[in-house]
């Protein structure tokens, strides 16, 4: 069952899904309608979940779920990443590679590997003040609060020099 995200408690559980790349505005759209009709028929062991997406620097899905309605289950779970997985194979984009990490240069998203990124923090290149995405993140609240954050206020300190 689909629900504005903004509806969502702060409690609720989300996954973050980096892209490779930038999805265009025609993708975004496809995206967000196959995401739509996914959430609304979304299900654990036959139970409704509440809940919703969001595309976020149109490089991010994040899928999340009200678990005071209904708690995502191993089925449900595995349900949203072949969902996930369609959309790599449909628009020929990395979502799952959690080796790739992402940062901000300015106004700009640039996705590299784990060793590039270890890489750029040894050169200083990235630094305490770089803007990092912690897609490790759990809930609507950390999301909203410990996503898009500096890369001293993240998991990504511990390769700063």
């Known amino acids: 069952m689909y629900i504005p995200y903004n509806e969502l408690p702060n409690s609720a559980r989300v996954w973050v899904y980096q892209a490779d790349r930038t999805f265009t505005q025609e993708e975004i759209e496809v995206i967000s309608a196959r995401a739509l009709l996914f959430i609304d028929q979304w299900t654990r062991h036959g139970e409704d979940l509440k809940g919703s997406f969001a595309i976020k620097y149109n490089q991010f899905?994040?899928?999340?779920?009200?678990?005071?309605?209904?708690?995502?289950?191993?089925?449900s779970i595995d349900a949203s990443v072949r969902f996930v997985k369609s959309i790599e194979e449909e628009f020929n984009v990395d979502l799952m590679d959690k080796m790739n990490i992402s940062f901000k240069d300015n106004d700009n998203i640039n996705v590299v590997k784990l060793s590039d990124?270890?890489?750029?923090?040894?050169?200083?290149?990235?630094?305490?003040?770089?803007?990092?995405?912690?897609?490790?993140?759990?809930?609507?609240?950390?999301?909203e609060t410990k996503w898009e954050v500096t890369a001293d206020k993240s998991w990504h300190s511990r390769f700063l020099v």
Do not use: R, Y
């Open 61 to 75: 899905i994040i899928l999340a779920i009200d678990e005071n309605f209904n708690s995502a289950s191993g089925c």
């Open 117 to 143: 990124f270890q890489e750029f923090a040894k050169q200083q290149k990235i630094t305490a003040a770089t803007v990092v995405f912690n897609n490790m993140v759990n809930t609507k609240e950390d999301f």
